[in-house]
């Protein structure tokens, strides 16, 4: 994979045998975290991991439960402690993973400032009180109209931020073929764009299923 591919790759960082355009930049929005009231974390990225380690190293004090394998894996290399990594991370199920393990512990959601879905208020249905602190932003990365993708391009999404900060930059063009990291993200796409949602909610899955396309094209 050393020579460059039309496989845009549209997350933070940059992996090799793709073209790296990066949609979202982080900031932080808090220089404390209040965990008082918590017994246990959830954290669902891991820029949050990021961002937490950044404000107070001292969250590795806590258990926590991680939402996709990247952020479990960011979350042990830091040191912290993974105690649930559940199975299935789409939002609905996620809250039912949580009333059904966790109805007893105080949770401390670390998260970004906006969220796809409203997990308090779903969890608070079933009696459950998810405390929240919204630690970092996003914001979008502008580029300029001759920037975009080459047409026939295959875009790797590996987010509904990085989705929402591409359509602020470029328009949609129908040759275009996005690889995306999971069904809520997918959901995000313009109507009618073609897309292949990735086996495994992994960056590397995504850029692997990039290259069988784009090699299945080369073929036929």
């Known amino acids: 994979m050393g020579t460059l591919r039309p496989i845009y790759l549209l997350s933070p960082s940059a992996r090799e045998g793709t073209v790296h355009l990066p949609m979202i930049t982080f900031s932080l929005l808090v220089d404390q975290i209040d965990f008082s009231a918590a017994d246990t974390l959830m954290f669902s990225s891991k820029q949050a991991v990021k961002s937490a380690e950044a404000i107070d190293p001292g969250w590795k004090a806590y258990p926590s439960i991680a939402i996709g394998a990247a952020t479990k894996k960011q979350i042990e290399s830091l040191g912290g402690t993974v105690i649930h990594h559940p199975k299935d991370f789409y939002a609905d199920a ?110 590397s899955a995504c850029i692997e299923k990039a290259v069988e396309l784009w090699t299945h094209r080369q073929i036929h």
């Open 94 to 203: 996620l809250a039912e993973d949580i009333i059904t393990h966790f109805s007893d512990k105080k949770l401390l959601y670390l998260r970004p400032k906006e969220v796809s879905f409203d997990s308090k208020s779903y969890l608070a249905k079933a009696g459950i009180l998810l405390q929240e602190q919204s630690i970092y932003e996003t914001s979008c990365v502008p580029y300029k109209k001759e920037q975009a993708p080459e047409a026939g391009a295959i875009i790797v999404f590996t987010s509904p931020s990085s989705i929402h900060c591409f359509l602020k930059n470029f328009p949609w063009q129908e040759s275009y073929t996005a690889v995306v990291i999971g069904h809520a993200t997918e959901v995000h796409l313009p109507h009618g764009a073609n897309v292949v949602v990735s086996e495994r909610p992994l960056i």
